[in-house]
């Protein structure tokens, strides 16, 4: 059966520091891969997706980046945090049926 | 655009029901409806594929009109587990993997 995989689960960083969360998927082969952020009370906002290795599509522009060095490897990063960057983040898997299939999510919260 | 969900907010007691509505400017290809707990992930509910496609999940169903691009999810005789916000979903452009979600409806079953 298929695994995804999110870490840290929790996070505090101060303003300006680098970020980099990682997601991971088991049991499927070349899923799509998704980043979303979630503000407190609010809907999913997609931030990337990606359909293959090196394949991303971005949504937002701003401080954050995405890379997918490995088919199950999805990564989200930022060299430097702003407050607005704070939330819950989700990375998600989807095959050719479109489910999509949520990690447990990182709760960051940018001081 | 993300699609458009009604009503934002829903308090219901034991055994009642709610209709929960998705709108979208553009053509839904499909629609998936999720489920999010508080400090959860979103958990996939079901998926509709075509244009007057209606689907049931005990107590949980929902209908797709195509043509009016727009989706109901039903919930009958509720019950506390229910409570939650209510997402839909849909694919922003056949054959695009770019998947969005629409704007949420919080859900509140009271004994």
């Known amino acids: 059966s298929q695994t995804i995989h999110q870490w840290p689960a929790t996070l505090v960083q101060p303003v300006g520091s680098p970020l980099s969360l990682e997601c991971t998927v088991e049991?499927?082969?070349?899923?799509?891969l998704y980043w979303y952020r979630q503000a407190a009370g609010r809907g999913l906002q997609l931030l990337f997706y990606?359909?293959?290795?090196?394949?991303i599509s971005s949504e937002v522009p701003q401080n954050l980046s995405a890379s997918r060095p490995q088919d199950r490897q999805f990564i989200l990063s930022s060299k430097k945090l702003l407050l607005s960057d704070s939330g819950f983040y989700l990375c998600a898997w989807s095959d050719l049926s479109y489910e999509q299939y949520f990690g447990p999510g990182t709760r960051l919260t940018v001081t | 655009q993300q699609p458009v969900q009604s009503p934002q907010a829903v308090i219901l007691r034991e055994g009642e029901d709610a209709v929960i509505n998705c709108s979208s400017s553009k053509a839904l290809y499909s629609v998936h409806w999720y489920r999010q707990k508080h400090g959860e992930a979103p958990v996939f509910l079901m998926i509709l594929l075509k244009g007057g496609e209606q689907k049931g999940h005990e107590k949980i169903s929902a209908s797709f009109n195509e043509k009016k691009q727009q989706s109901s999810l039903y919930l009958t005789a509720s019950q506390l587990s229910y409570s939650g916000t209510y997402f839909c979903g849909t694919e922003w452009g056949s054959g695009t993997y770019k998947y969005i979600f629409g704007t949420g409806t919080r859900l509140k079953v009271l004994a």
């Open positions: 990606s359909v293959g290795i090196g394949q």
């Open positions: 049991g499927t082969s070349n899923p799509n």
